[in-house]
């Protein structure tokens, strides 16, 4: 066992926990030519480089690019920019992308011939990422050579000139590296730092601060060994790791490409020659390679590993914990959490994983009612649920049915998809031309999702497969490969209440959700804050209990993400059948409950009268005689119903629109709109409180 793996034993985690997830980011070593020579290079780049990707290579690289879609391709390698293939490369993958990253040193851009650059990549939304070591003379030509500072600054202006900086879509960034043994500072103090220095001395401005660990590979193991630090630095990683970066370390959805087409868990296990092969020993190429090759696959690891875990954490985006780990920590003041807030985070999430992926079996196992049966579904979900594999529904576990009407054809994402039941109901309703896809973090449930794909396809008739299991965590769609404004529906079983981050899971909601989306989901709200002993008991949280929402904290939630008008669809009291669970929760009401959320811009924070009137026309596809928009609209068809200008718009801006009939307009107003009763959680079990639509 490698050391790296030893430290995870001793804090008790479980080295499957580092398998290849969805991948995401490309990285490209276009090779180890370079215009400097620096001393902390995991590559030996150099000028007299001779590792340099070919057309070829590059050509499979777009291919690959072509055939699957990557939210980012990161392009690194001693100096991309003296690849005789660099700008043909980049021109034909940004088309490709989201996002194409540049790692430059920037000196680069004042070579002959390389002066056009700047323009170039401000045509090509060129995200760039430039080294720049410290923000003073000394330590940098220290570091990289002498007359490298003033080039570098040099670099910078040109690149503010173009418009770096002045634009949304023009990022520049910045990359700090350790000049000798020891670990980076506190990334946001070096980024105020950095931008208080460049700015008062060189007018300079850029986006954001990384700070990278140095790994102790190649040139920067030759400094250590020279300097007799090794030993030293060593224990400096292996005395600073934090077990918070192991869910977010880059190897899980990065995959790095080298000069010559072969693949690697990472950068680093590329300067060690770290390949990834296949069951026959042979490497694994980017030109041959299969999505299914990657997901799950183990990640090569090696005492190196502990520079990526150390302290803050390292990757190439800079710290993982502080500023990334939690966001729900982030306090209003927009200070980031300490570590130990990140380790809570994180604790949260194995806590569950634990309980979802160990302790519970099937639902019998369970200590409450969250978990409604079958008999609450309506049709035909019924019929659809009768199809579904035995294993699926006895390991699934949720509170309601939040599956709205009109989803054929639609896309749709369920959050916390567990085993894949809602997954599979949305895949029979949306049929063939729809697709759904699951997203969950716990790999026992993905495996029984994944397991029936093509049986359930071939129960339901279908010849092309309509759903993918994503590993991920809903507070990070974009990990998982969610694109923007990319789904008509949202849902969620009673999962939210499970996430440690709640305001950045309704915020990636919004995102991913296209204008007029709709977000359907049922979960566990309180009728009260709940106290910390309650949080705090794995059983209760597992049972969602302990991460219950205040019904008016949920609300604030989704007004601070511009979200003015919830509507309620039904609820439910939640029964507490073990004593000691009863004990622990006292007189706290928890009610499973429907939620309707609407992407619209036109809602207003009051239900307001506009004089008009809503027709349903009967044609939505199993509702031929009523519509129940929430727990006090209900439409009949044909019957007029006056309604509030949220309501309409409601009806009029989402798929909803062709089956009803609007009558009127905004441009006569009558005062606030007499709105009736919604279900939320009050402190009588069982009992309504009177308030507007929203």
């Known amino acids: 066992m490698n050391e790296f793996l030893s430290v995870l034993e001793r804090h008790g985690i479980q080295k499957d926990i580092l398998r290849r997830g969805r ?19 995991h590559i ?4 007299k480089g001779k590792k340099i990707m070919s057309r070829k290579a590059a050509d499979a690289i777009l291919n690959f690019l072509k055939n699957n879609k990557m939210r980012t391709l990161d392009i690194t390698g001693g100096a991309p920019e003296l690849n005789p293939n660099f700008e043909y490369f980049v021109e034909s993958a940004r088309p490709l992308v989201n996002e194409l990253i540049l790692r430059s040193n920037l000196t680069v851009l004042l070579e002959k011939g390389k002066e056009h650059l700047p323009e170039f990549f401000r045509l090509n939304k060129v995200h760039l990422i430039c080294s720049l070591p410290c923000y003073t003379k000394e330590n940098v030509d220290r570091q990289r050579g002498a007359g490298v500072f003033e080039k570098s600054i040099k670099t910078l202006k040109l690149l503010n000139e173009t418009g770096f900086t002045k634009r949304n879509d023009l990022q520049l960034d910045l990359v700090y590296n350790a000049l000798g043994a020891y670990l980076p500072g506190s990334q946001d103090s070096l980024e105020r730092d950095y931008k208080k220095a460049l700015k008062d001395n060189y007018g300079i401005e850029f986006n954001r601060l990384l700070t990278i660990t140095n790994v102790p590979v190649k040139k920067f193991k030759d400094y250590l060994d020279a300097n007799n630090e090794y030993e030293k630095y060593f224990n400096v990683l292996e005395n600073n790791f934090n077990p918070a970066t192991i869910e977010t370390l880059m190897c899980r959805s990065f995959l790095s490409v080298g000069y010559d087409g072969r693949l690697y868990d990472c950068d680093f296990n590329l300067a060690l020659g770290y390949a990834l092969k296949d069951s026959k020993g042979n490497h694994l190429t980017i030109d041959k390679l299969s999505m299914e090759d990657l997901e799950e696959r183990e990640i090569i690891t090696g005492e190196h590993c502990l520079a990526c875990a150390a302290g803050s954490g390292s ?7 502080n500023e990334r780990m939690c966001a729900a920590n982030v306090q209003e003041d927009k200070k980031h959490p300490s570590q130990e807030e990140g380790l809570v985070c994180v604790s949260a999430r194995q806590s569950v994983k634990e309980y979802y992926g160990k302790i519970l079996k099937t639902q019998k196992d369970l200590k409450t009612s969250a978990c409604c049966p079958v008999d609450d579904f309506p049709e035909p979900m019924k019929s659809i649920i009768k199809n579904i594999e035995p294993e699926i529904l006895d390991k699934f576990y949720g ?14 994402l369920d959050l916390g998809s567990g085993t894949g039941r809602d997954v599979y109901i949305a895949s029979a309703l949306v049929g063939e031309q729809g697709f759904v896809t699951g997203v969950d973090m716990t ?46 529906v949202v849902i969620s079983n009673c999962v939210i209440n499970l996430s440690p981050d709640k305001k950045n899971v309704f915020a990636e909601i919004f995102r991913v959700l296209k204008p007029g989306g709709e977000l359907y989901f049922s979960d566990v709200f309180a009728d009260r804050r709940i106290p910390d002993d309650v949080k705090n008991d794995p059983v209760l949280y597992g049972e969602c209990l302990g991460g219950t929402m205040y019904i008016e904290d949920f609300r604030r939630i989704l007004e601070s993400l511009g979200c003015l008008d919830v509507r309620y669809m039904s609820k439910r009291v939640i029964t507490i059948e073990d004593p000691k669970i009863l004990e622990k929760t006292g ?10 959320v609407f992407k619209l811009n036109d809602l207003e924070d009051l239900c307001e009268d506009f004089g008009q009137v809503a027709y349903y026309q009967g044609t939505i596809p199993g509702l031929p005689h009523q519509f129940v928009l929430d727990d006090h609209h209900v439409f009949l068809t044909g019957k007029p119903l006056l309604v509030c200008g949220n309501t309409a718009s409601m009806l009029t801006n989402t798929r909803y629109g062709k089956h009803f009939k609007i009558v009127g307009d905004k441009t006569r107003h009558f005062g606030p709109f007499p709105c009736g009763p919604a279900s939320t959680v009050s402190t009588t079990k069982g009992a309504k409180t009177d308030g507007s639509c929203c």
Not at 450 to 455: C, G, N
């Open 315 to 321: 990757s190439c985006q800079g710290a993982l914990t």
């Open 399 to 412: 509170c309601g049915s939040p599956l709205p009407p009109l989803l054929e054809g639609c896309r749709v």
């Open 443 to 488: 790999d026992e449930q993905l495996n029984v999702a994944r397991k029936y794909k093509d049986a359930q396809m071939k129960r339901f008739g279908f010849k092309r497969c309509n759903v993918d299991f994503r590993k991920g965590y809903i507070e990070d769609l974009k990990e998982a490969g969610i694109e923007d404004n990319s789904q008509d």
């Open 23 to 41: 991948l995401t980011t490309l990285q490209v070593n276009m090779g180890d030519l370079c215009n400097q020579s620096c001393s902390h290079c």
């Open 587 to 596: 007189n706290i009401t928890f009610c499973s409950v429907t939620v309707r």
């Open 44 to 47: 030996e780049g150099s000028p």
